[in-house]
């Protein structure tokens, strides 16, 4: 680890040449889905179309609700939400400005990426390679065009961890850094693992100075010095821990409060939707760590030794970063998460696989110089140019396939949710209310209430889900509210789909090549209660 590290005017070439590569790996992602969905573009995943309905009621007045009128804790993204809210309000309209907005934080994470490589490896070089690496994953780059709060998450969580880095470097936390750990756990729920990992390593590495400080100061001062030196330790201690704390729940807090009170539930509704705790590593967890490992795997397979062994090493140079790399996708694996979607759940540690792979390959080159284990007899630049070339083809290489996938996506998000969305315009009336599995297009295109069968905005679904005769109480739910439309993928609720008797199919879309949804056809029903 080197000090003097932070971002100064040196580094304006390599920033500026890591934001040109940013921009053209996006632009071929947009040039493919607009030439593939023939100018109709839009997102990848329905999700983003959520994140509008929120964003759109908060614009409007009906604050954070996605039936206007009924404030519900469904956004996981608060902070996403009140940027898109904001977006929109000044005129911004979706989804294009969304895409617009999660762009510039793809670009925003570059840069994040470059000042953390640079502050863990000490070079321009490394710190520019590691941001290019990140800049030309083709999952990143799905992220940055996806109008998902991802790459958000991403760049504050870097910018987190470095200020946090730096920080523990001059032994004085700044509220800034704590402010940045706040902001994080607003863009994504897993922000509140990151700051319990930094206020570990904070609190740790605290008191491990002050124990050192008492016992250099028993040796060297009087019986009453060594007391007004405790008090002043005791005082510094606290100002250390407990303000950066304290200021962390004064940002977070709100929303906590806000959601306990629609939901009963601290956490977002998302979290009880999906999320079965369970600490025994069984098949599911065993599942998701393989998933984990071959996507790790992919993005990089040169890059994947030398990132093990600069996880290995960070262990005690940069506990938190090693902390976060390695907890986040066992914590994920303990709360049996499914990792669909190109593990779009585990897209923000790209960048800090990228930051670790590079510090363990300068370390590794290190280490082979003294062992005598490696010889280059060219030059300096010849060796650094013949790296970054290697490094840089181990993420390449599947760009191309990744820009063809996400257009196939986006195609795949229009020609389900989006024209369903359209024919619920055209043949149900203004007030009628829908009950679906997927909320986001449909919703925002139809602007009809919903009942959401997934649970996300509608939490009284959420026992339900977990129960034995799970669709037929579904059912009994859906009666008593009066839904008229339920659309569905009849693979999600079989028994449900097969209700005849209450159920009759008015219309359906299938997908001839799914690359994204839950299922292959979705259905409209027509309710008969």
């Known amino acids: 680890m080197r000090n003097g590290t932070r971002i100064d005017q040196s580094d304006a070439p390599w920033l500026a040449s890591l934001l040109l590569v940013g921009c053209l790996t996006l632009s071929l992602f947009a040039f493919s889905a607009h030439r593939f969905t023939e100018g109709q573009g839009g997102v990848p995943l329905d999700d983003a179309w959520i994140h509008f309905q929120f964003a759109r009621n908060l614009a409007r007045g009906d604050g954070i609700s996605f039936n206007p009128g009924q404030p519900t804790s469904g956004s996981t993204a608060p902070l996403w939400t009140l940027l898109l809210a904001a977006a929109y309000f000044v005129g911004g309209r979706f989804p294009v400005t969304g895409q617009l907005m999660s762009g510039a934080c793809f670009l925003a994470t570059l840069m994040a990426t470059y000042a953390l490589g640079k502050r863990i490896a000490g070079t321009h070089w490394a710190a520019w390679l590691a941001g290019t ?162 996507y790790l795997i992919l993005d990089n397979p040169l890059l994947l030794p030398f990132f093990l062994f600069g996880l290995f090493l960070l262990i005690e140079r940069a506990p938190l970063l090693s902390l976060w790399d390695a907890g986040l996708p066992l914590a994920y694996a303990f709360l049996r998460a499914s990792l669909y979607q190109h593990g779009r759940y585990l897209m923000p540690l790209i960048p800090c696989n990228a930051a670790i792979g590079m510090w363990g390959l300068l370390e590794a080159h290190k280490l082979a110089r003294r062992r005598g284990w490696w010889r280059w007899r060219g030059s300096p630049r010849a060796l650094g140019m013949s790296i970054s070339l290697l490094v840089l083809s181990g993420t390449a290489w599947r760009l191309p396939a990744m820009a063809n996938l996400y257009a196939w996506n986006v195609d795949n998000i229009n020609e389900m949710h989006v024209t369903l969305g359209q024919w619920v315009v055209d043949h149900t009336p203004p007030d009628a209310i829908l009950a679906l599995n997927d909320i986001g297009a449909i919703t925002y295109v139809s602007e009809r209430p919903v009942v959401d069968l997934a649970g996300l905005v509608t939490p009284e679904v959420v026992p339900l889900l977990r129960a034995p005769d799970r669709d037929a109480r579904l059912a009994d739910l859906l009666a008593e509210r009066d839904v008229e439309y339920v659309i569905i993928l009849p693979n999600w609720f079989p028994q449900l789909a097969a209700r005849s008797d209450l159920l009759e199919p008015v219309h359906q879309v299938t997908l001839a090549r799914n690359t994204i949804t839950g299922g292959d056809t979705m259905v409209v029903y027509q309710a008969r209660w």
């Open 133 to 294: 690496v990140v800049a030309i994953n083709g999952r990143m780059v799905w992220a940055g065009l996806s109008a998902l709060e991802t790459c958000l998450f991403a760049t504050l969580s870097l910018l987190a961890i470095t200020a946090h880095l730096n920080d523990r470097a001059i032994r004085r936390y700044r509220l800034s850094t704590a402010a940045l750990f706040g902001l994080a756990a607003l863009s994504r729920p897993e922000g509140y693992l990151l700051f319990a990992l930094a206020l570990t390593d904070l609190t740790v590495h605290t008191l491990r100075n002050e124990l050192q400080a008492t016992h250099h100061a028993e040796h060297t001062k009087r019986h009453n010095s060594r007391l007004t030196s405790r008090a002043s330790r005791v005082t510094c201690l606290v100002s250390r821990i407990l303000l950066p704390a304290a200021l962390f729940a004064a940002i977070v807090c709100p929303y906590l409060i806000f959601s306990l009170r629609t939901s009963g539930h601290w956490l977002p509704n998302t979290y009880h939707a999906k999320a079965t705790v369970s600490l025994l590593p069984n098949r599911e967890f065993r599942d998701f760590l393989s998933v984990a490992a071959r």
